[in-house]
């Protein structure tokens, strides 16, 4: 079963042995209104926990999503680069942003689970 | 939810009935979105009737025999020439030509006049035309109203459907066709449209009474933001300001001809040496290659580098399908086709100088 988290900025990660799929939260994607525009990583590019990993582009903003933990690009939804809004029809599914090898699990200790994250948001 | 210290709409419930949701403009708390979403509501409003409370906009009257003569002199605009129920755009310069703010001036009557002015600008303008008035026989009278825009090419239908006569109104005029109202057929959505200033319970009536009819529905601030930037609209604050002059802002359409090279008006100094002079740089529709938007404060440049203008407004537009932007360019880079570059978190994206507007203006000239 892959651990899901959730960060206080409205990600959500999901991990599999060391390898992290993140997307932002249905309550982020609604935050945010229609998206026309994801930039996407590049493959193979090294993040700290707390770099800008994605910029998504509302109508109206420009928002940073950020890498929850240190680690490598594996790959980008190469998908939204045709339909960013895919974040809004499926932010926890076929709207991911991209997956990444993590370099130490352990820095996504402490962050919600879903009953927390609901609560954060409620 | 709205944040402490901001001016609440006096519809504000039904906004928060309708399900919008809010953030902060100009002092106000605005509804943004409402749940179809700003694109929905962009193209809901070229394509039918979109209903927008703007009663963050302020309208003035003013009145008196000397109206007319403190508008002509409070603005490069000749008050007098005027013909009742005949609406002109028009500004407020400082001395140097700087444009305090800009407004939609409506004949009235023979010493009779309305000035709706921008809401974030309202009490500055106020001052102004008060202190203008010194000595002139007039009073200028801030109003109490509600202000709602209907606009689409639908409105005029949804209007009639509601039982408002919209008279013989053509674009840019405006008369009262009740005590208390002011209805001028104008907007900010380059669509066909009326603007109508009237008081709480007659709007309360009126906005039930459009949204009633399927061709209506309410949109918020985030589509008038695009709505307005597709049809090459200035915004106060952003797109013009006290820095920016009307030879610059492309904006001289909307002074006389007489008034380009003589008059007295606040400014006229420094606008004649403007115009004679020409402008150093020009407002243009900007279009970004691909589409990744380029937002408000980006950094133009040319081929080489070098800083040829910026980025004033920017963002999406959902009818023109890709993104949009307007922006200040070197005088000489103004030529619809020209690239430039604009600087987006170290990226420079090609940006092509694009004719305004971006989606043909639809007004009912008559």
Redesign the interface.
């Known amino acids: 079963m892959p651990q899901i988290y959730y960060t206080e900025d409205h990600e959500w990660i999901r991990v599999e042995g060391d390898t992290a799929t993140v997307g932002i939260t249905d309550y982020a994607q609604e935050q945010l209104g229609d998206l026309v525009f994801v930039e996407l990583p590049e493959v193979g590019r090294a993040l700290k926990k707390g770099d800008t990993a994605v910029v998504v582009e509302s109508v109206k903003a420009a928002s940073d999503v950020y890498a929850p933990a240190d680690g490598e690009i594996l790959e980008a939804n190469a998908s939204l680069s045709s339909e960013p809004a895919l974040v809004n029809s499926s932010a926890t599914g076929d709207g991911w942003l991209w997956k990444m090898k993590l370099s130490d699990k352990s820095q996504l200790d402490g962050l919600m689970d879903l009953a927390a994250y609901e609560k954060h948001t409620g | 939810m709205t944040d402490v210290g901001q001016k609440k709409l006096p519809l504000e419930d039904l906004h928060q009935a309708a399900g919008a ?1 809010f953030g902060a403009f100009a002092g106000w708390s605005m509804p ?2 409402y749940p179809p ?3 929905k509501e ?1 193209l809901h409003t070229r394509e039918h009737a979109g209903l927008f409370d703007i009663s963050h906009m302020k309208l003035i009257a003013v009145s008196g025999p000397g109206a007319a003569t403190l508008l002509s002199k409070a603005c490069p605009l000749d008050a007098e020439a005027l013909s009742e129920g005949q609406s002109k755009y028009t500004f407020l310069l400082t001395e140097t030509a700087g444009i305090i703010d800009d407004l939609i001036v409506t004949r009235l009557g023979p010493t009779r006049f309305m000035v709706v002015a921008n809401a974030g600008n309202a009490e500055k303008d106020g001052a102004h035309l008060e202190a203008l008035a010194a000595g002139l026989d007039c009073t200028v009278e801030p109003l109490e109203r509600v202000f709602l825009a209907i606009q689409g090419p639908e409105a005029e239908a949804a209007l009639t459907g509601a039982g408002i006569d919209t008279g013989l109104l053509t674009f840019m005029t405006g008369r009262e066709p009740k005590p208390g109202w002011f209805m001028s057929r104008s907007g900010y959505t380059g669509e066909d449209g009326f603007e109508i200033g009237l008081a709480e319970a007659d709007a309360r009536a009126l906005a039930a009474k459009l949204l009633a009819d399927g061709r209506v529905m309410w949109i918020g601030l ?1 589509a008038r ?2 709505l307005r930037l597709e049809a090459g609209l200035c915004l106060h604050g952003q797109d013009i300001s006290e820095d920016t002059d009307p030879v610059a802002a492309g904006l001289l359409w909307a002074i006389p001809k007489p008034l380009r090279t003589q008059g007295t008006f606040v400014g006229a100094d420094a606008l004649h040496k403007t115009i004679a002079l020409g402008a150093a740089e020009k407002r243009v529709g900007l279009k970004p290659d691909g ?3 380029v ?1 408000a404060g980006a950094e133009l440049t040319d081929e080489t580098g070098q800083a040829v203008g910026r980025v004033t407004s920017g ?2 537009g ?1 009818s023109a399908g890709h ?1 949009v932007a307007i922006g200040y360019v070197a005088a000489p880079l103004a030529a619809p086709g020209t690239r430039v570059f604009a600087e987006v ?1 170290g990226t420079k994206i090609p940006v092509d100088v694009h004719p305004l507007p971006f989606t043909p203006h639809r007004y009912r000239k008559g």
Do not use: C, I, N, Y
């Open positions: 949701r943004l979105t979403g700003v694109m962009h985030a933001d695009s589409r990744q938007p937002r963002g999406f959902p993104p978190r």
